[in-house]
């Protein structure tokens, strides 16, 4: 017996945002990827990232680097490869990252808007992966090159043979990092370690 997806379907339009609502329909109900990519293009920034809330716990409307983890989930959801927000991606992060090539979740522009408590520049762990390693991950499957890119993912590998994994946010962008990146046999390897 198939169960009905009939009160999920309920569930979204009582309670989803429209870009939500566009990605039930694109993988439920046979939707255009376009109609996600229109609702997702409602995010964005003049300066190319996203913005207003895409992250719902962060209401601010300035571009932010959580916000571009998510946006590119989207992308990578319906299969979006080559687009061009992917590149310009890496363009505003080689100006907001450290010289290691890691990005900070958040800016200060930030905490000039409503969020949730957890959301502050002082409450991530040193050095967290979170979310650069998830950023990193979902660029190499779009096989972006860039070379924030290409210094970012050395700080991931030796961030992630170095150190253990105690956040749950992090732990899944590692993965992500680690089903995605192109080094496979390194990947598995890592990932084996990591998962242990």
């Known amino acids: 017996m198939t169960a009905s997806i009939d009160p999920a379907r309920d569930f979204m339009l009582r309670n989803s945002r429209t870009l939500d609502h566009r990605g039930f329909e694109f993988h439920f109900e046979d939707a255009s990827g376009d109609t996600v990519l229109a609702a997702l293009g409602a995010y964005r ?4 990232g996203f913005g207003y809330a895409l992250e719902a716990d962060l209401r601010t409307s300035a ?15 319906v299969g979006a490869t080559g687009h061009p927000w992917e590149t310009k991606t890496c363009d505003l992060f080689q100006t907001a990252a450290e010289v290691s090539g890691r990005v900070h ?14 959301w502050e520049l002082k409450g991530w762990a040193p050095n967290t992966r979170n979310p650069t390693a998830g950023l990193v991950g979902y660029l190499s499957a779009f096989a972006v ?5 290409d210094r970012a993912a050395a700080w991931l ?4 043979d170095s150190g253990s994994i105690d956040d749950v946010h992090e732990l899944a962008g590692v993965n992500t990092f ?4 192109p080094d496979r046999s390194r990947a ?9």
């Open 188 to 196: 598995e390897a890592t990932g084996d370690s990591v998962m242990a």
């Open 45 to 48: 920034n003049p300066d190319g």
């Open 145 to 149: 090159e860039h070379p924030w890119l």
């Open 63 to 77: 571009s932010q680097p959580i916000f571009w983890e998510v946006g590119l989930a989207v992308l990578a959801g």
């Open 157 to 160: 590998w030796e961030r992630i």
């Open 105 to 118: 979740p958040i800016l200060a522009s930030a905490l000039l808007a409503p969020r949730a408590n957890h």
């Open 178 to 181: 680690l089903l995605l990146v």
